[in-house]
């Protein structure tokens, strides 16, 4: 998920449009991977994408997503 995110950051500000983002992201991603890892993968790559673009406009899960890292890292000090 991680080398989604940085991918997606990458393509953010290129001027071109979501669903061509999308593409690009996972043009990178494939790659990066052996083909068969990529073609297993692929439908979960894009329920990310999508998940994570999701995520980033919307304020109010953003909040909770922080929240929630906050109070796990704080048990983890345990």
Known sequence: MRIILDIMISVQNNGMSGDQ???????????LLDPETFERYEPVFG??????????????????LKSLKTGWLSCMRL
């Open 21 to 31: 983002k999308k593409t690009m992201v996972l043009y990178k991603l494939q790659q």
């Open 47 to 64: 329920l990310t994408i999508d998940l994570l673009k999701l995520v980033s406009h919307d304020k109010t899960m953003l909040k909770g």
